[in-house]
């Protein structure tokens, strides 16, 4: 149990295009999901926490015009990366956790190459 | 804000033995923590958690320790195995239900 996927698994895309990540709880209903996003050899920093049917609360220094959060549902949040550069390249992560729980269970993460 | 460090940023140990992983955190209002086993390339695979009204926790071959006192939690892997390793993060959270990742320890198992 405890199943969260992520698609893609990697992507490239241009400069200047956007991105869609979606990530899915396969067999449990997440009112909450994280989006975090992870460097080479260093720790997961949280972009954003989202609610199901809320807007997204995103950390400091995390720009919510670039990176569009939605939680439409219990199953599905999805992270657009708006106008992507270079420097957005990152693995990317989310989690996802159920009401009254602690436990956050992670995907398998997204590997952003920006060309 | 909270601060989450580890003692040891890299373990070595031999395919065998045990191993004790540390971290020690700031924020007293964390009430529950999880251990995280990261591969390379791969998300964060949960391990096992403990909540702050207990001081030990048992999984399999996985020993978690909590000293609420000293703000201190330690992951014991026993028999340690070459699939073991991996990055391994403590993550503090509490009522906000953020988790805070520190630096991470890189286990190293030698045959």
């Known amino acids: 149990g405890a199943v969260v996927s992520q698609h893609p698994s990697w992507v490239i895309c241009k400069s200047g295009t956007s991105v869609k990540i979606e990530c899915r709880s396969l067999?449990?209903?997440?009112?909450?999901m994280f989006w975090y996003r992870q460097f080479p050899k260093q720790s997961l920093m949280l972009m954003a926490t989202?609610?199901?049917?809320?807007?997204?609360?995103?950390e400091q220094g995390v720009e919510k015009d670039k990176f569009l959060i939605n939680h439409a549902s219990l199953t599905l949040s999805t992270l657009t990366v708006t106008s992507a550069h270079p420097e957005d390249s990152s693995f990317y992560i989310c989690s996802a956790k159920e009401i009254a729980r602690y436990e956050q269970y992670f995907g398998p993460g997204t590997r952003l190459t920006v060309t | 804000g909270e601060s989450v460090g580890l003692h040891l940023p890299t373990l070595s140990v031999q395919e065998g033995d045990n191993s004790i992983i540390n971290c020690a955190y700031s924020?007293?209002?964390?009430?529950?923590f999880i251990w995280y086993k990261q591969e390379s390339g791969k998300g964060p695979q949960f391990i096992i958690d403990?909540?702050?009204?207990?001081d030990k926790r048992q999984g399999q071959r996985v020993t978690v320790l909590l000293n609420k006192t000293v703000k201190h939690l330690s992951l014991q892997i026993a028999a340690t195995q070459p699939g073991d390793s991996a990055v391994y993060f403590c993550a503090p959270t509490g009522t906000a239900s953020k988790l805070t990742f520190g630096t991470g320890t890189r286990l190293q198992v030698t045959l």
């Open positions: 403990i909540r702050s009204n207990m």
């Open positions: 924020n007293s209002a964390s009430d529950y």
């Open positions: 989202s609610n199901e049917g809320s807007k997204a609360t995103y």
């Open positions: 067999d449990f209903q997440a009112t909450t």
